[in-house]
């Protein structure tokens, strides 16, 4: 009878970073360049489409190749970053669409930055977390 799959594959340390390095970069560039150019808005048809719809798209892009496949590529390196890059604008806006009226000048609040740099800080700190836990596994 074959030993059955362990639960947790040995995680690929390159992979993780390649998420923690893309969430915390792309949180920095965003809110970086909102901070000074904090009416830059995105709009479709007359929508304004903040960055944690785009984040969403983002992270279905690069999680669902992540979820399907297990074997090492550029192709899911890549899908690392951009599921980063999602997560990082869905968690930027998640605690600014919660706790403000959701207007430019209510993100440059400090309650939208603390909100922001808790939710990042949890998502790499969740990944450290899960490294950890796969060393064990091994």
């Known amino acids: 009878m074959a030993a059955a799959a362990p639960f947790f594959h040995a995680m690929d340390i390159r992979r993780a970073r390649l998420v923690t390095f893309s969430l915390v970069a792309v949180f920095a560039v ?4 909102l901070q000074f150019s904090p009416d830059s ?7 304004n489409i903040h960055h944690l719809f785009t984040g969403v798209v983002l992270i279905v892009a690069g999680g669902i190749p992540l979820a399907l496949f297990h074997h090492t590529s550029r192709l899911l390196d890549l899908s690392c970053v951009v599921f980063g890059a999602g997560l990082a604008l869905a968690l930027d806006e998640w605690v600014y669409l919660i706790a ?3 207007t430019n000048a209510s993100y440059l609040l400090p309650v939208s930055f603390r909100g922001g740099i808790i939710m990042v800080a949890l998502a790499v700190a969740y990944v450290g977390v899960l490294y950890i836990v796969a060393g064990k596994k091994r």
């Open 30 to 33: 965003t809110r970086a360049a």
């Open 41 to 47: 808005d995105f709009d479709v048809a007359g929508y």
């Open 100 to 102: 403000t009226d959701g």
